[in-house]
């Protein structure tokens, strides 16, 4: 089996009334390694009340995208990796940011956001996250959250990898299993995409993406991420969430 994904990233109508950029940010893909295919998925939404929020996200999943790849290299199977290592890639992206918040002369909290993780293949599934946002799967005709979405102390507050106590708010799941899709997504999209009644993912918004992926005749990254754009900013959604929108979808599919 191999993996097609998508990913797209919409600016929220909040910040574009103020002229402002986008604070999200995802990187997502497959990698073969030996005879094994790897996804990875990440996802960050950086902090709305800070300067350099979306500049963290982004160095977020960059730095942990590089030690993910180095250590499946190096260890060559996801059964090799542990929660101490997961710790140390979250570790080395706090350091990446407050080495650039050094170099910028601005404060940590300036780049201030979430980080969502997905690493499968080999029938075994990492997960780790902190903050908001959620990581869907396939459960049989259903669709259920790895991690409930984590909120502060206050409404519409969070944790982050800035904070001082990061590594007590890292989640972190193993699963002996290897899903058929996935999806991830940052907090402007979870009060639209999950049942906080409930506690589950709304089935009827996401089979429907996932078989349109599955269905696209292109491989890897295509024209679909553009399309997955259009469909985040349609008004049906905006009207509902003016926050930043990031959607990571992958599915297996025969080789």
């Known amino acids: 089996m191999i993996w097609k994904s998508t990913a797209s990233s919409v600016t929220g109508r909040s910040h574009l009334d103020r002229s402002e950029s986008g604070q999200d940010y995802s990187r997502a893909g497959s990698i073969r390694i030996a005879d094994g295919e790897y996804f990875i ?39 090799n990796i542990s929660d101490d290592e997961i710790r140390g890639w979250v570790t080395t992206s706090r350091d990446a940011i407050a080495a650039e918040a050094t170099g910028n002369g601005k404060r940590m909290k300036d780049y201030a956001c979430t980080l969502l993780g997905a690493v499968t293949g080999n029938d075994h599934t990492v997960f780790f996250q902190i903050g908001d946002g959620a990581i869907v799967v396939s459960a049989g005709e259903d669709y259920q959250t790895i991690f409930w979405p984590e909120q502060g102390e206050y409404a519409n ?8 106590a990061y590594l007590e708010r890292l989640r972190i799941l193993h699963a002996p299993t ?15 995409v999950l049942s906080f009644s409930q506690k589950k993912a709304h089935a009827g918004f996401f089979r429907p993406l996932f078989e349109a992926l599955r269905r696209d005749p292109g491989n890897e990254f295509s024209d679909f991420s553009g399309q997955l754009g259009r469909f985040l900013l349609r008004d049906d959604i905006s009207t509902r969430s003016d926050d930043d929108k ?9 080789g």
């Open 178 to 192: 290897s899903p058929t899709e996935i999806a991830l997504f940052t907090d402007g999209l979870q009060n639209l």
């Open 157 to 164: 507050t969070t944790f982050f990898v800035s904070d001082e």
């Open 246 to 254: 990031t959607l990571v979808l992958a599915v297996q599919v025969a």
């Open 41 to 79: 998925g990440l996802a960050a939404d950086g902090a709305g009340s800070t300067t350099e929020g979306g500049r963290g996200a982004e160095v977020a999943c960059e730095t942990v995208w590089g030690c993910i790849i180095n250590c499946l290299r190096h260890d060559g199977d996801l059964l």
